[in-house]
Nanobody
Framework: QVQLAESGGGLVQAGDSLRLSCAAS????????MAWFRQTPRQERAFVAA????????DYRDSVKGRFTISRDNTKATVYLQMNTLKPEDTAVYYC?????????????????WGRGTQVTVSS
């Protein structure tokens, strides 16, 4: 098993940047692909970005391409989400999740382990 803990959320203005971190503990971090999802009170949890075990393959939802970057440091057992040019519609609780070594796709049910989330609020 792996335990996940997100940090880095906060309240920012439109156009600002934030970097989310997700620290993992438990089993070997490089055994897992990692992803970020987000959820608002009005919407189901939605895929944001994912990265495979090595960091060599990434995937993004269209609305964040060019603005968000997912990365990982296996020596620190941490995955990051750099979010630039934030928009009010990016406001959500952001969760990190872990699955098998290769990217399992964008469905949340493919990810076995989840953090508790961190709130990101973008004001206009």
């Amino acid at each position: 098993q792996v335990q996940l803990a997100e940090s880095g959320g906060g309240l920012v203005q439109a156009g600002d940047s934030l970097r989310l971190s997700c620290a993992a503990s438990g089993n070997t971090f490089s055994n897992y692909s990692m992803a970020w999802f987000r959820q608002t009170p009005r919407q189901e949890r939605a895929f944001v970005a994912a990265i495979d075990w090595s960091g060599g393959t990434t995937d993004y939802r269209d609305s964040v391409k060019g603005r968000f970057t997912i990365s990982r440091d296996n020596t620190k057992a941490t995955v990051y989400l750099q979010m630039n040019t934030l928009k009010p519609e990016d406001t959500a609780v952001y969760y990190c999740a872990a699955a098998g070594m290769e990217l399992p796709g964008r469905y949340d049910h493919a990810y076995a382990y989840w953090g508790r989330g961190t709130q990101v609020t973008v004001s206009s």
